[in-house]
C-alpha cells in the first residue's frame, strides 16, 4: 500500500532527476528551553539628599534621560541663611575690632619710638591683633562650612542613565541621606532565572536566542534562589524604555541526536512534505514530518531513519 502511494504521488509530480545524494547520520542538536528574562539596569543608584530640609524644586520624573553631575532636585534648610546672617554679623564686629587694635598698635609703636610707653604694652597690642585675625579667619571658615552645606542643597545624579524611581514629591520633608530618585545605568542586560535542573548543562559564553536578537550568557550566580539559577546575558542594542520588562529567551540546556536536513530538500505537495530518497537505486518520495527549521536546516521527527540517502530532485521543463 505504501508503494502505491508512493507511486501515485510520483506519477502527479513532474519528471524528477536525481543529484547531490546526501547519506542521512544522527546529528547532535541542540536542545533549547523557552523562559522569560528581565531587563535591568547594570547600576541602580540612588540620588541622596546631602541635607535635610524641605524639597522646594523637582526637575525630573520617571523615565527621564539624566547625565552623571545634573542637578535633579534642590532642598532648603531655612536654619543655614540664619546661620550665615549670625556668622556675617561676627564678622562685621571681628574686623571693627581689628581695625581697632590695629590701630592702637600703630599708636603703641609711635609712642614707643618717644619712649613713651613700654615694651609689654606693644606685645598685649600686638597680641591683641593677632587673636582678632586668627578668630576672624575661623569664623570666616565656618561660614564656608555652612556655604557648602547650602550647596549641598542640591541633589546631584550619581550616574548617568535613566530616572528608574521618584518616591518623593516637591513641598516634602527631607533627612540627610533619604533617596530623591533612583537612577538605573551603566547599560542594560537581561537577567534570567532558570530551573536549578538546567544549572549544569549552562555556560558562560553560549549564545542565547531573543525575540529578533542574539545574547551571550555572561555570568551565573553560584546561589540558587527558589529553585531557580540566576544567570545575566548581554545583548547588544537591548531596549531601556521599560526596566522590569519581560522577553522571552531560549536557552541551551542540553544535546540529542536527530536526523537534520537541508530546508531546500523538502517537497510540499497538497499539505504533504516529502523527502526525495534512493531506493534501489532509484528515487522516491518519503512522506516525513519535519521540525521547526533553523539556519537553514531543519530536523526530521518521522519518516527517515539512519542510513537512508538523500538525492536532489529538480523539476524536469515540461509541455
Known amino acids: 500500500m505504501k508503494r502505491l502511494m508512493t507511486a501515485i504521488l510520483l506519477g502527479l509530480l513532474p519528471s524528477i532527476a536525481a543529484a547531490g545524494d546526501i547519506p542521512l547520520r544522527p546529528s547532535p542538536v541542540t536542545e533549547w528551553k523557552a523562559v522569560y528574562g528581565r ?14 530640609g524641605t524639597l522646594t524644586q523637582l526637575t525630573v520624573t520617571e523615565g527621564d534621560l539624566v547625565t552623571a553631575g545634573q542637578a535633579l532636585a ?14 556675617d554679623a561676627q564678622l562685621t564686629s571681628l574686623r571693627s575690632q581689628l581695625e581697632n ?27 591683641q591683633v593677632e587673636v582678632l585675625t586668627g578668630q576672624i579667619e575661623a569664623t570666616t571658615a565656618n561660614r564656608r ?24 514629591t516637591k513641598a516634602a520633608v527631607l533627612l540627610p541621606g533619604e533617596a530623591v530618585a533612583t537612577i538605573g545605568g551603566g547599560g542594560f542586560f537581561l537577567r534570567l532565572a532558570i530551573p536549578e535542573r538546567h544549572a549544569t548543562a549552562l555556560e558562560v559564553g553560549a549564545d542565547i536566542q531573543i525575540e529578533g536578537a542574539t545574547g551571550t550568557l555572561v555570568r551565573i550566580y553560584p546561589q540558587i534562589e527558589n ?30 541526536m536527530a536526523l537534520v536536513i537541508p530546508q531546500e530538500r523538502l517537497i510540499t505537495r497538497q499539505g504533504l512534505d516529502f523527502v526525495a530518497v534512493l531506493h534501489e537505486g532509484a528515487p522516491i518520495l518519503k512522506t516525513v514530518v519535519p ?21 536532489d530532485i529538480q523539476e524536469a521543463n515540461h509541455e
Not at 531557580?228 to 522577553?247: H, K, N, Q, T
Not at 521547526?292 to 531543519?298: E, R, S, W
Open 39 to 52: 531587563i535591568e539596569a547594570r547600576d541602580r543608584v540612588p540620588a541622596r539628599a546631602r541635607i535635610g
Open 227 to 256: 529553585g531557580r539559577v540566576i544567570a545575566d546575558v548581554e545583548v547588544a542594542g537591548l531596549p531601556d524604555a521599560f526596566v522590569d520588562a519581560r522577553v522571552l529567551v531560549r536557552i541551551p540546556v542540553g544535546q540529542r
Open 291 to 311: 521540525g521547526v527549521a533553523q539556519d537553514g536546516m531543519v530536523e526530521i521527527l518521522t519518516g527517515l531513519t539512519a542510513g537512508d540517502v538523500l538525492t
Open 74 to 87: 534642590t532642598i532648603v534648610d531655612e536654619k543655614l541663611d540664619f546661620q550665615l546672617g549670625a556668622i
Open 101 to 127: 587694635a590695629e590701630t592702637e598698635l600703630q599708636r603703641g609703636e609711635e609712642l614707643l619710638a618717644r619712649g613713651v610707653t613700654t615694651v609689654q604694652r606693644l606685645d598685649a597690642l600686638r597680641t
Open 145 to 168: 562650612v555652612i556655604e557648602q552645606q547650602t550647596a549641598e542643597g542640591t541633589v546631584l545624579a550619581p550616574a548617568t542613565g535613566r530616572v528608574l524611581d521618584v518616591p518623593v
